[in-house]
């Protein structure tokens, strides 16, 4: 393949100002494992969701979750969440639709969501609090990520 074709290829028929939109918007729709730990330390207001089953919470979660499978938003949320709260959902990995799941049922809610892109994957991968029923879980630590010690 010439140079030109492959150019040609990664071209896009978009113009800026639509590939402004969608990135601003997908920005605003998105959020990621370091941006939430950074908002939990700092103690900003926001209830981040594990929207897995019960099986893959029981393994562990991230720490300061609450789980909520996205089958149960609709009825669940507005019991246990204010409307005026911002949520982060997340599921499994980068490879899981569930996190996209759960923020189309919030949304439908009219909660401010944000889906935390990666997932728990990345969640642990990055060294972040991971938690079960008996307390800190341990992961292996990744060299492919920026690890964070905590």
Not at 33 to 61: H, I, N, T
Request: aromatic share 10%.
């Amino acid at each position: 393949m010439s140079t030109d074709t492959a150019l040609h290829t990664m071209a896009t028929t978009a113009t800026p100002e639509q590939l402004l939109a969608y990135f601003s918007a997908k920005r605003d729709a998105e959020t990621d494992a370091s941006d939430v730990y950074a908002a939990q330390k700092a103690g900003e207001p926001f209830v981040l969701v594990d929207v897995r089953g019960d099986e893959a919470w029981a393994q562990g979660r991230a720490a300061g979750a609450i789980h909520m499978h996205h089958g149960q938003i609709a009825a669940r949320a507005a019991a246990e969440i204010p409307l005026d709260t911002a949520v982060v959902v997340y599921c499994w990995s980068p490879g899981c639709n569930g996190g996209q799941r759960g923020a189309v049922e919030f949304a439908k809610l009219g909660y401010r969501v944000r889906e935390m892109i990666g997932g728990f994957e990345y969640w642990a991968r990055e060294g972040y609090p991971v938690v079960n029923d008996e307390g800190r879980v341990r992961f292996p630590e990744d060299p492919t990520v920026g690890l964070v010690k905590g």
